[in-house]
C-alpha cells in the first residue's frame, strides 16, 4: 500500500518561496514518474511538475523558471521548490504519480489513494 504524505504549505505573500515536500511509503519514488498537481476548489487537479524516474523534469508553462522539482532518494521524498509566487499559484497541493498531459508530453499511471495535501496561499 502505497502512502503519500504532503508537508510545507502555508500562507505568503507574493514574491516570497515555499519548498514542498512528499514523503512516500510503500514503493520507492526514485521507480516512479511522479508528479505535483494543483487543485482549487471545484476545478480539477492540474500538473504542475514531473520528476521521472530517468530524473527528466517537465513543467507546466505556469511554473517554469520558478518551480523545481526533485527527489531525496535517501530519504524517499520528493520536492517542489516555489520561487516568486504569485497570487495565482494559490492552491491545494498534492503530490501522484503523474497522469495527464504537461505540455506534448501524456502520462498514463495508475493513481495511487491521494494523500490530504498541502495548502498554498499567496497573498497579493
Known amino acids: 500500500q502505497v502512502q503519500l504524505v504532503e508537508s510545507g504549505g502555508g500562507l505568503v505573500q507574493a514574491g516570497e518561496s515555499l519548498k514542498l515536500s512528499c514523503a512516500a511509503s510503500?514503493?520507492?519514488?526514485?521507480?516512479?514518474?511522479m508528479a505535483w498537481y494543483r487543485q482549487n476548489s471545484g476545478d480539477q487537479r492540474e500538473l504542475v511538475a514531473v520528476?521521472?524516474?530517468?530524473?527528466?523534469?517537465n513543467y507546466a508553462d505556469s511554473a517554469k523558471g520558478r518551480f523545481t522539482i526533485s527527489r531525496d532518494n535517501a530519504k524517499n521524498t520528493m520536492y517542489l521548490q516555489m520561487t516568486s509566487l504569485k497570487p495565482e499559484d494559490t492552491g491545494l497541493y498534492y503530490c501522484?504519480?503523474?497522469?495527464?498531459?504537461?505540455?506534448?508530453?501524456?502520462?498514463?499511471?495508475?493513481?495511487?489513494?491521494w494523500g490530504q495535501g498541502t495548502q498554498v496561499t499567496v497573498s497579493s
Open positions: 501522484n504519480v503523474a497522469k495527464g498531459r504537461l505540455g506534448t508530453t501524456l502520462y498514463a499511471n495508475k493513481i495511487y489513494p
Open positions: 520528476l521521472t524516474y530517468q530524473d527528466r523534469t
Open positions: 510503500g514503493r520507492f519514488l526514485s521507480d516512479l514518474t
